[in-house]
C-alpha cells in the first residue's frame, strides 16, 4: 500500500511558518520522518500529547517517575501545564 501524498498547500504552509527558503523547504521534505509527521499534522490539530517521566536518576531539575509534560498537536510546549523547572 502506497504512502498518502502529502499536499503541497501543506508543506507550503510549513515553509511559511517555518520561515524557510525554497532550498530549505525541499531539504525538509527529503526526510521521510517530516512526510510522516505532515500526513498525520490535520490528525493532531485540537490534541494534547502527554510524555511522563518513567525512569529518573541524577535529574538536575529533580524530575520524578510520574512528572508529566504536555504539547499541543502541531509539537508546542504547552508552558502553563508543566512543572515548574523545564
Same mark, same amino acid.
Given at each position: ?5 502529502v499536499p503541497d498547500q501543506?508543506?507550503? #504552509?510549513?515553509?511559511?511558518?517555518? %520561515?524557510?527558503? /525554497? ?5 525538509? +521534505?527529503? /526526510?521521510?520522518? &517530516?512526510?510522516? $509527521? #505532515?500526513?498525520?499534522? $490535520? /490528525? #493532531?490539530?485540537?490534541?494534547?500529547? %502527554?510524555?511522563e517521566v518513567v525512569d529518573? +536518576? ?6 520524578? %517517575? ?7 498537536? /502541531?509539537? &508546542?510546549?504547552?508552558?502553563? #501545564?508543566?512543572?515548574s523547572k523545564v
Open positions: 500500500m502506497a504512502e498518502e501524498k501543506l508543506w507550503e #504552509m510549513m515553509k511559511e511558518r517555518l %520561515v524557510y527558503s /525554497d532550498a530549505e523547504i525541499e531539504l525538509f +521534505k527529503k /526526510d521521510p520522518r &517530516n512526510a510522516k $509527521v #505532515m500526513r498525520t499534522a $490535520v /490528525d #493532531m490539530t485540537g490534541k494534547t500529547i %502527554v510524555f529518573s +536518576k541524577g535529574c538536575n531539575s529533580q524530575h520524578k %517517575v510520574g512528572t508529566k509534560f504536555f504539547f499541543s498537536g /502541531d509539537g &508546542n510546549l504547552l508552558t502553563k #501545564m508543566l512543572p
